[in-house]
């Protein structure tokens, strides 16, 4: 009995300590250097799956099993710990941050690789970069923020498009880089909102970008795009709202300013105005008034309203993962009616099918709502706002209609009836992106992955005209409605293999693959007449005429590839990467289609060798040496080898007139692939536990086979056709360098780049050079030769005025005036050439826009909750073609002109260099010179934040993990001598050799904000 009761008992208790050991819990609380908490550390007891998560202070709670002895900790950018549980039941544990962030995985192309493993010169951006600045285009971000990559917005325009080049401009044709979105190549990444990139890294030389082949030549934009993580939901959300403004307004002549050069253009030729006639009455009258006249750059311009609203929700578990972003941005513009509204949308889920088999799907959807802006030389909003002259009204109360001119003169339209007709040029567009991926681990070391995209952008814009009457040369006798819709559709199906081996101190990595590619466009637009100012009846049907206008365009092109790589590593010292890609293009006849890319780059990590070791002052020290050669499909349009037709040519047959059609480009079936070919060499180093970082490349760029047009005779009827006879060649430096550390609670990071790049035109094919830049009145401004950078300013060198007739007199070559038709206060023409003659021989080279040197600054500081950044950016050696300059610093006086213009030579006034006043101009005194040649270097402050985040123990409170306010503002400070709108000028008609010149482009726009972000 009493043996049984024993049992009984042990029994019992043996259950009950059973209980207890597997029941007992620990807790405690894990924090950095700094003491702050750390969340999401993963706790686990080592040797279980049993583990839990830090909270938002750093704390935890975890029930231990039975024999539970060490629990593992880990964190990203800490380094992992293990810590003995013994007796204690509450910890207090530091984490130290991971100094050496080598192995950081960085994305290439077709795959990840180790960052202490690249060989090729590849940078990386943050996420947090990205979104510094305030706009739509996620690669307005990242200007002047990595060496190489020389970035130019096209315009100031709410919505426009930048100008990216890697490494300078390879061609004379298309310079643009390749993207490649989560695995989709696309040339057109509207569809990503700044929030939704996780990362981006950008392919520079062709060791890195060979892998691309025929697409790589420009430098190739890896886009990594934000991704669930295991864990409970985790939602954070972004606004910000801000103002505004032009930084800058062009100083011109007020109306009495006006007026009196005008009469003093008469004056000057001995043009005797009628007193009693309505232009001396107008002119005399504004003359001796203190009427300032109107300010067109007021009467268009405006403070603009900007916001952004990002809601982001991402979380899952071990088999399943996701996040969904939905972003929407609202710009006015500092032009009046200019706006744009995008509406983001993003989904990305990750499976865990199996154990050997994931697969993830990838959605985006955009939609622009875009009021369109047009900035050409006759009817731009600002190019007239800025020529127009003071006199006309912007509106006339005794007709409740848009001011008139009062007198003739040049630029007849009034501004603000432009602007105000762009509420009715409206344009949509609408963007779905979607990719599919399986990942199969087929075997050790061996997974397949196939990957399907489709990109899908439908377009639909809509234009109306209004009849209106103000003068017989500012009338619109016919309204116009033009209307078009367009589809593009793309597809990319990838697969590839990769398989890893490791044997002893050697490790193998190779990729193969093949790959399709095809993209279909097709456009319509029709312009009718008289359809009523209704805006319910703006449709084609509604047209009261026959006359209508209609234009089409569609295209088919297609790629396929095939592609490999291999990377071997011995003992983390010697690194080498070889990849060769063969690409069939469309574009080419089938004796040309086909193109073979390879490429090899070595490594050397001397920091792994002892005697580098024994220095405790270098952490990372890295050689690198690559070479290869890519292809530029882009720069040949698709069927370029035929011979091209155009319409609209008239020819009689008797005595009917006939529609026909003519060649204007001949064909050329011998087109082939352009090539760049280049050579890298960089070293990476990081010095005091990779507190300070160097990074820096030298690197040789040469393309062959560039597409130019050779002259052929005039007798054959047609265009010179397009041939593989040019060549051009990029060399620079690269330089970045950054330092972070911390003093007890005062944090800072601090960074500078880099870049000289000289560009070189080595051949043209024995053609003459080419001429770009047309401006009206000044004619070709830039000119493409051989020895020269692109598109370099091309025109006749000044040297001042003469002052006096002295001066003029003196000005002659064996007792005969160079300049016969001059007169005192005229310009004063070099002639070069020495032959006592003004004219095209005596032209000469006068700058380009291509910088000689590009460089960014940016530091963030921080301290306790408070953190302070602020980002600089420019350009030197940079010249500028002001291309209103021939209106704006003209002779007659029939346009508005700069402010300095009143400084004119006068008898009075002969000590300045500012040309005198006349209508007959006998000079030319406008003609292209370098006096409309402008130094266009600049400083800009890109942005400056200061902003605050709460603590954690504030926020955990009402159920927050991070809430942060801030202050923002961009482009707050410009320094420059430039006296156009805007120093940053890109290419208009986005053509390479019109770069550099100013045609009254939309300026950068100065942006005060106030934002917060918020996680839950």
């Known amino acids: 009995m009493f043996k049984k009761l024993l049992m009984t008992v042990s029994l019992v208790l043996g259950s009950w300590l059973m209980a207890i050991a597997q029941n007992q819990s620990v807790s405690g609380k894990i924090s950095d250097e700094k003491g702050e908490g750390l969340p999401g550390v993963g706790v686990v007891v080592k040797g279980t799956t049993v583990g839990t998560t830090t909270d938002v202070e750093g704390k935890f709670t975890l029930a231990l099993p039975e024999n539970a002895a060490v629990l593992v900790l880990s964190s990203v950018g800490m380094k992992s710990m293990e810590v003995e549980i013994g007796s204690k039941t509450t910890f207090e544990i ?152 032009a930084w800058n307004k062009v100083d011109v002549l007020n109306a009495s300013q006006y007026a009196t050069l005008r009469l003093e253009s008469y004056a000057n030729d001995g043009t005797v105005l009628p007193q009693d006639g309505a232009l001396y009455q107008t002119l005399n009258r504004f003359a001796q008034s203190s009427d300032p006249g109107t300010n067109w750059q007021d009467e268009v311009m405006q403070t603009g309203i900007m916001q952004n609203y990002s809601l982001n929700v991402m979380g899952g578990t071990e088999k399943h993962r996701y996040s969904l972003t939905g972003t929407y941005f609202d710009q006015q513009g500092i032009v009046k009616n200019s706006p744009v509204k995008k509406l983001f949308l993003r989904f990305n889920n990750d499976f865990y099918v199996t154990k050997w088999l994931d697969a993830g799907i990838s959605a985006a959807y955009a939609n622009t709502d875009k009021t369109q802006y047009f900035g050409d030389q006759y ?297 760049t070919t280049s050579s890298n060499f960089g070293i990476d180093a990081g010095f005091f536990n990779n507190r300070l970082s160097l990074t820096a490349d030298y690197f040789i760029k040469n393309t062959s086979d560039m597409i130019v047009r050779v002259p052929i005779p005039v007798f054959a009827g047609v265009g010179p056709p397009y041939v593989n006879a040019g060549s051009m060649k990029n060399k620079g430096i690269e330089l970045a360098l950054n330092y972070r550390s911390s003093v007890k609670d005062f944090t800072y990071d601090i960074g500078i780049n880099a870049t000289k790049i000289i560009n070189q035109v080595t051949d043209l094919g024995g053609g003459e050079p080419i001429a770009g830049g047309d401006v009206t009145g000044l004619g070709q401004t830039t000119r493409t030769e051989v020895g020269r950078e692109i598109a370099v300013y091309y025109g006749l060198r000044t040297d001042g005025i003469f002052r006096t007739q002295a001066d003029l007199d003196a000005y002659a070559r064996e007792g005969v005036a160079i300049q016969p038709n001059a007169k005192v206060g005229d310009v004063k023409f070099v002639d070069l050439n020495n032959d006592g003659v003004i004219d095209n ?149 986005n053509n390479p050799l019109n770069f550099g010149v100013d045609l009254g482009a939309y300026p950068q726009p100065r942006v005060g904000r106030i934002g917060l972000s918020v996680n839950f």
């Open 94 to 245: 530091t984490m130290l941050s991971d100094e050496r962030a080598l192995d950081e995985v960085v994305v290439v192309g077709y795959g990840t690789v180790k960052k202490s493993d690249i060989t090729g010169a590849v940078a990386s951006v943050k996420a947090e970069q990205i979104t510094k600045i305030a706009t739509v285009n996620p690669l307005q971000g990242i200007q002047g923020r990595v060496p190489g990559v020389n970035i130019v917005s096209q315009s100031g325009e709410p919505g426009a498009a930048v100008r990216v080049r890697i490494r300078g401009v390879g061609t004379i044709n298309n310079s643009d880089p390749l993207y490649v979105v989560d695995g989709f190549q696309t040339g057109d990444i509207s569809f990503l909102a700044p929030g939704d990139i996780a990362s981006m890294e950008i392919l520079k030389d062709a060791s890195a970008t060979a892998i691309y082949g025929s697409r790589g030549a420009n430098g190739v934009i890896l886009i990594s795009t934000k991704r669930g993580k295991s864990g409970a939901p985790k939602i954070s959300f972004d606004a910000y709202a801000g103002v505004q403004k």
């Open 379 to 675: 009817g731009g909003v600002l190019t007239s706002a800025l020529s127009v002259s003071p006199l006309a009204k912007a509106w006339d109360p005794a007709t409740n209609f848009w001011g008139r001119r009062p007198v003739a003169e040049g630029g007849a339209y009034n501004p603000a009836r432009i602007v105000d007709e762009y509420k009715n040029n409206k344009a949509y567009q609408t963007l779905v992106n979607s990719n599919f991926f399986l990942d199969a681990k087929i075997a050790k070391g061996l997974s397949f992955r196939t990957q399907f995209g489709v990109n899908w952008l439908t377009t639909h814009d809509k234009r109306y005209l209004p009849q209106y009457y103000l003068a017989n040369d500012d009338q619109r006798q016919h309204s116009s409605l033009r209307e078009g819709r367009g589809e593009q559709l793309g597809w990319v199906w990838t697969n590839y293999l990769t398989y890893s081996k490791e044997i002893g101190k050697h490790s193998f990595t190779a990729m193969a693959g093949f790959e399709n590619q095809r993209t279909t466009f097709s456009d319509m637009r029709m312009t009718v007449l008289d359809v009523p100012n209704d805006k319910s009846q703006w449709y084609l049907s509604a047209t009261k005429s026959t006359d209508y206008l209609l234009e089409t365009a569609q295209s088919d092109e297609s790629l396929q590839s095939y592609f490999g790589r291999v990377n071997y590593n011995f003992d983390e010292r010697l690194l080498l990467t070889a990849t060769l890609r063969r690409d069939g293009s469309s574009r080419f006849l089938p004796d040309n289609r086909w193109g073979t890319f390879p490429s090899f780059a070595l490594g050397y990590n001397l920091a792994e060798e002892t005697f580098i070791k024994s220095i405790s002052a270098i952490s990372q020290l890295k050689l690198r040496a690559g070479w290869g050669q890519v292809g530029n499909q882009n720069s040949a349009a698709n069927y370029g080898y035929v011979t091209t037709v155009s319409g609209n040519n008239m020819y009689v047959f008797g005595d009917t007139p006939v529609q026909g059609f003519a060649p204007t480009v001949a064909s050329n079936p011998d087109l082939k692939w352009e090539t």
């Open 841 to 989: 021989k005596d032209r000469t080279y006068l700058g380009s826009a291509t910088p000689s040197l590009s460089f960014g600054f940016n530091a963030n500081l921080g301290y306790k909750g408070f953190d302070l950044s602020f980002f600089l950016q420019g350009v030197t050696g940079v010249e500028l073609v002001n291309g209103l300059g021939h209106w704006m610093n003209n002779a007659n006086g029939m346009f508005n002109s700069v402010a300095s213009r009143f400084d004119r030579w006068t008898p009075e006034n002969p000590n300045t260099n500012e040309p005198r006043m006349t209508q007959l101009n006998p000079n030319n005194n406008d003609q292209f010179s370098d006096r409309f040649v402008s130094n266009g270097n600049y400083m800009r402050l890109r942005n400056l934040t200061l902003g605050y985040t709460l603590p954690k123990t504030v926020t955990s409170k009402v159920g927050m993990s991070n809430l942060r306010v801030y202050i923002a503002a961009d482009n707050l400070l410009t320094f420059t001598k430039y006296k156009g709108m805007d120093p940053e000028i890109g290419e208009f008609n």
